[in-house]
């Protein structure tokens, strides 16, 4: 059985039930595996996770990658997204696609729901799963402190009277709808109001010229995770995505530091 084709998993209930497409490497005998949790409006295709597939390959480890709702290859709108059906599914397939310790990586969004999640297994009695985390500009808080916050008053307006707002986005054509669902719900999941715990060691990268997870959001982030052991490099040249070789290599030095 070929593990890296293109496979499904069902996930929630009746009307609620969706698609959530995914590749999983196996291993070849290396520990732990890596699990990927991508960005907003991004998908498991992406520069960052097909180049963490093959570093998976090259060493032997075993790989998930998935996408969202809404996002790349699964079922759902984009438009009915929320954190917490977003961070449902991230569950669903770490519990059910994965097996061992994880080093769980994840880019803006997806470094949120890493923490997330970790607050999630910590819940459950789980945490023996998190071998530890490398966080790529990490969004938390983002529906409010990114995008809420930052919004001027007519999206603001759109978003409570209309139910939605078109954002213009740097990387698409087509703008990024932020909906009154999205914004309500973020805040049910809000961290920064209190002690940030990952429950593992962590690892984060941050461009310095991220137009859209501004770097200090990462110092503000550590000084919320004052218990945990958490390292930052900072790129003084590189902005969001940090898919460049050379933040590739980074990203690379930071998962063997945690493997």
């Known amino acids: 059985m070929n593990l890296e084709k293109l496979q499904f998993l069902k996930v929630g209930e009746a009307q609620e039930i969706r698609r ?3 590749r999983r490497r196996a291993s070849a005998g290396a520990s732990p595996a890596l699990v990927w949790l991508g960005g907003f409006k991004s998908d498991m295709e992406s520069t960052k996770a097909v180049a963490i597939d093959d ?3 090259e060493r032997g480890r075993a790989f998930l990658r998935f996408d969202y709702s809404g996002h790349g290859a699964s079922g759902g709108r984009f438009e009915d997204g929320t ?3 977003w961070l449902e599914e991230s569950l669903a397939a770490f519990r059910a696609l994965t ?3 994880l080093v769980v990586v994840g880019s803006s969004m997806g470094g949120y729901l890493a923490l997330l999640l970790a607050r999630e297994l910590e819940r459950a009695g789980e945490l023996a799963r998190l071998a530890g985390m490398v966080l790529i500009a990490p969004a938390v808080d983002f529906t409010e402190a990114l995008i809420w916050e930052r919004a001027p008053d007519d999206a603001r307006r759109a978003i409570m ?3 939605a707002w078109k954002r213009p986005s740097a990387y698409s054509l087509e703008p990024y709808v932020i909906t009154r669902a999205l914004i309500e719900d973020g805040r049910r999941h809000l961290l920064l109001g209190g002690i940030v715990r990952s429950h593992c060691p962590v690892r984060i990268l941050q461009g310095m010229r991220d137009a859209d997870v501004p770097f200090r959001h990462a110092l503000t982030l550590i000084e919320h995770m004052a218990d945990e052991s958490v390292t930052l490099t900072l790129v ?4 969001h995505r940090l898919s460049r070789p050379e933040d590739l290599a980074l990203l690379f030095q ?5 493997a």
Not at 236 to 239: A, C
Not at 254 to 258: K, N
Request: proline letters at 4%; aromatic letters at 8%; zero cysteines.
């Open 20 to 22: 959530i497409a995914f």
């Open 55 to 57: 570093y998976a390959r």
């Open 83 to 85: 954190i917490s059906r």
């Open 99 to 101: 097996e061992g310790p």
């Open 161 to 163: 009277e209309d139910g």
């Open 236 to 239: 003084r040249d590189g902005e």
């Open 254 to 258: 930071a998962i063997e530091a945690l």
